[in-house]
């Protein structure tokens, strides 16, 4: 066991555990989240997604030593208490069916739209697509993550016209 | 979310100031966490025939609903909530709804069947009524006027003649009880005295609000069954036998006892778990533990390769009572033409995107589980008597998890935390890990199917034979205390294993001459089996329609009409309807999916493309109770990769009144998804001794790549009247999953003219069928 720092959005937590424990465990049973959830500890289904230098990386295999950069998860992604634009088009497109999964999906379109605002359909499909959902709420997540996306496109138009 | 301090009825509604505090999110957010904190019991099943089990109104004018429901995902509480407030004459955004946790939820059993909107929303229906009259009675006291003198509005009577005298719900009984009692024989027939309402005097049902459950999923505030965390508790893993039918010889305790965290080894028969401290610790222990484990003298099973074989040469365990129409015999031997045809679906698995969980905590002598269980009171029943505890003692708090569908109707971690935390005297939390959810889940039935039909010379359907093979004996029920995994593997066995199932079509053509028989078969192994059948999403549906609806298709190739048209004659040549009028219906919900795709009439296959990708399309209907549901799937099949997409799906379902018309849309939409993943990927794969498809990887599942690039779902009221004022809601979560496999077959057929019998129809398997066929 050894004290370990981490900054998880935003806050500083130190916590004494195994350094390989994978990062999933902590932030769960130690930092108290509950976005990041496990789903097969193989990192082949997303549901432990959280953003490290802007990379989806999947908590549940990365172990808990190796992250020495902030740490965002979905608990994070609410500024000012207004949601994300990605998790307001959730909520407006009525995407989950459990939800179970959506922390994944949500997280992995975050990294997506931040790289790109604009994507392609076909980009859409490429960048969540080894993220699953059992459920099948595929088609209403490619849909939310358009709407995101416009949303973003019509927030940044009025950013700049302001300081134009 | 603010969780509640206190968890019993009786103390919601002594502490309204906790009530208000949580109520005013309870609009955008789910009241989850209200039993969580431990309450002291004993837990007395709330009485059905007390209008206060069901309803708490509070003096600010805002209302719960408790019903013994759960919610697996497609809405159901919203949609409770609608119904209810709209008998109540009460503002939906006043309304919450608690559901499934067995201490404070009458016994509805949970969630199982498509039941929700169809029988269990009636008894709410009628005591939301009764809750309207008994409170328009109060009123009238109250403003001296008689009750045909007074309005109601969002919980507001007023005086017809003068609205200025008023008094609210929550004035008139907020914070009190109703002390009103109902009547009933059986809790999904309990009523008061009010009737409920014709449908058109509805104003919130039709209207489709968005889930009050997707902001906290969307914000990671909802605290999930697997989120619940309590003071001294500790993790536990499973170790599972090695190969199906293994016996434990020895553990080699000592293998972990040094490891961090360590606390103990349990184990009972073939049961196998590791307590630990931290998680990660038990999930380490679970791995490091040696044991010696003796192989069983024959194989449990043959391999999934060998399994269909296997299954049409075992002397079945039942046979289902023959259906017969006519004299097939003699139609066969006159027909113009006889076609045969067999249609293999393998097991499928739940596979569920997170593995079993639960968390009990044994405090106060009593048993808590935290559980997602769908049938949150069917676990509490096999939890008490497993653990040989009275049921007062016992309570399961439901909380949400990943899909429902069947598996969490047998969740098995609910018993297993419960027994590991008896031993231990702390509080336990299992979680099952990805190889062993994926490996010991319950499994759908296997399905083997033999069609024969017969046209006459103008190529009408005149005979036809099914017969089907369905490995399904000691199908498990709903975590009872002898066949819930933990116990099968302790060595408890029940005298006679559960009989199990096998369907026949579900579908209303007029066929002049058929017969429809079935069989239940055993595999070897009946006990402590990876190969466990339970219920998945509309149990036998999809295997038998993929037979049946795929047959049909056939015979109308061979008919050398249009399928559509082929299945519109059967449908249009009897008169006579059942009191659904499910034959009416049927020919709506085909007429509307037609409609709404574009289907040019033409035999199928079309004529072939030129390029690598070949398209077509197919139609398949069926339905599950009174739900009727038409699909038609568009699909490219690549002639060089033997790759199926699904590129556009259209259904048109009538499941009667519609509640939320959103929420019934995004259900059918998944659940269509759902039957196209079981239709190219699933499959339970296994040797002689083993499931071998335990991830991911081996045992893949649709993707975002797959997702259709349009679907249509076309909302039908295919009823003769459907302005009856007593028109009835049937329930929507499964029929939509039947037709798909056959739709896709039929369209795969359509482009390629090879006919796909064998589920899935993955990349290679269909390569090797477009090679045989030549397409």
Known sequence: MSNLTLNVNGKMHTVDVNPSTPLLYILRNDVGLQGPRFGCGLGQCGLCTVIINGAAVRSCITPVSTVKSEITTLEGLAKDGKLHPLQQAWIDEQVPQCGFCQNGQIMTAKVLLDKNPKPTDAQIREAVNRTLCRCMTYYRIQAAIKRASTTIAAQSAAEKEVVA | ?775
């Open chain 2, 1 to 775: 979310m603010t969780p509640l301090a206190k968890t019993s009825r009786r103390d919601l509604l002594k502490s309204a100031g906790l009530l208000v505090v949580s109520f005013t999110a309870a609009g955008t957010k789910p009241l989850a966490a209200q039993s969580t904190a431990s309450a002291a019991g004993p837990y007395i099943d709330p009485d059905f025939k007390q209008l206060d089990s069901w309803i708490v109104i509070r003096e600010d004018n805002t209302a719960t609903f408790y019903v013994g429901k759960t919610d697996c995902g497609q809405g159901t509480g919203t949609s409770f909530r609608q119904l209810m407030a709209d008998e109540l004459d009460f503002a939906y955004d006043k309304t919450s709804c608690v559901m499934g946790s067995t201490d404070i939820t009458v016994d509805q059993g949970g969630s199982g069947g498509s039941t929700a909107m169809e029988r269990d929303a009636w008894p709410m229906r009628r005591v939301a009524a009764e809750a309207r009259r008994v409170l328009l009675e109060m009123g009238s006291s109250r403003l001296g006027a008689p009750v045909d003198q007074l309005a109601v509005r969002e919980g507001v009577i007023t005086v017809k003649s003068d609205p200025s005298k008023r008094v609210t719900y929550g004035e008139l009984v907020g914070g009190k009880k109703f002390h009103v009692a109902l009547t009933g024989a059986n809790i999904n027939a309990t009523t008061g005295v009010a009737k409920v309402k014709p449908v058109q005097e509805h104003k919130i049902v039709g209207l489709s609000p968005q889930r009050y459950d997707i902001p906290a999923k969307v914000d990671g505030s909802l605290k999930w069954a697997v989120d619940v965390k309590l003071p001294g508790m500790v993790h536990a893993r499973n170790v599972k036998p090695p190969v199906a039918g293994a016996k434990l010889i020895r553990i080699d305790e000592s293998s972990v006892k040094g490891l961090p965290g360590f606390i103990k080894v349990i184990s009972k028969g073939n049961y196998v778990a590791v307590v630990c401290e931290r998680e990660e610790q038990a999930i380490n222990a679970a791995r490091q533990l040696k044991a010696n484990w003796q192989k069983p003298a024959t194989a449990p099973f043959p391999s999934s390769e060998d399994l269909f074989k296997f299954m049409r040469s075992a002397a079945p365990t039942s046979n289902s009572k023959p259906i017969l129409v006519g004299d097939p015999d003699k139609a066969f031997a006159g027909a113009a033409k006889i076609v045969e045809a067999n249609y293999d679906i393998p097991f499928q698995g739940h596979t569920a995107i997170a593995p079993a969980h639960a968390m009990a905590d044994p405090s106060n002598g009593q048993m808590t589980v935290y559980s997602n269980d769908m049938k949150s009171y069917g676990m509490r029943r096999g939890v008490a008597e497993f653990l040989g505890m009275p049921p007062e003692k016992v309570r399961v708090v439901w909380m949400e998890g990943p899909q429902g569908y069947g598996r969490t109707a047998a969740d098995d971690a609910g018993c297993e935390a419960a027994y590991l935390a008896k031993e231990i005297g702390r509080p336990v939390r299992m979680q099952w890990m990805r190889s062993e959810e994926s490996a010991w889940d319950t499994k759908a039935p296997a399905f083997t199917v033999a069609m024969r039909g017969g046209l006459d010379a103008d190529g009408n359907l005149i005979a036809l034979d099914y017969n089907c093979q369905a490995a399904d004996y000691n199908h498990v029920g709903y975590n009872e205390a002898d066949t819930v995994l933990i116990a099968q593997l302790m060595g408890i066995r029940r005298a006679t294993p559960a009989a199990g199932s096998a369907a026949t079509p579900s579908e209303m053509y007029a066929i002049p001459h058929r017969r429809m028989t079935s069989q239940v078969v055993s595999l070897p192994l009946v006990w402590e089996t990876p190969l466990r059948t339970g219920n998945l999403r509309d149990p036998n549906g999809p295997q038998s329609t993929f037979a049946a609806e795929s047959f049909i298709d056939e015979m109308a190739v061979a008919a050398k009409a249009d399928p559509l048209e082929f299945r519109m004659k059967m449908l249009t040549a009897s008169t006579t309807d059942d009191s659904g009028f499910k034959r009416a219906r049927s020919i709506a919900v085909l007429k509307a999916a037609a409609e709404a795709y574009g289907w040019d009439r033409r035999p199928s296959p079309k004529p072939r493309d030129t390029g690598d990708i070949l398209t077509g399309r197919g139609v398949a209907y069926a339905f599950r109770g009174q739900t009727i549901a038409a699909e038609i799937a568009e699909v490219e099949v690549n002639r060089k990769t033997g790759h199926v997409w699904v590129k556009r799906l259209v259904c048109a379902h009538d499941c009667g009144l519609v509640v939320n018309p959103v929420a019934l849309r995004h259900t059918v939409e998944c659940a269509m998804l759902h039957s196209v993943s079981r239709t190219l990927y699933e499959e339970v794969q296994f040797d002689t001794e083993k499931v071998i498809g335990v991830d991911w990887t081996s045992s893949p599942t649709l993707t975002h790549a797959d997702a259709p690039a349009k679907i249509d779902v076309v909302l039908v009221n295919g009823d003769p009247n459907p302005n009856r004022p007593d028109l009835p809601p049937y329930g929507a979560g499964e029929t939509a999953c039947k037709p798909m496999l056959a739709a896709i077959a039929n369209a795969i057929h359509d482009a390629t003219g090879v006919r796909m019998r064998r589920i899935p129809f993955r990349p290679a398997r269909v390569l090797a069928a477009l090679q045989n066929g030549r397409a």
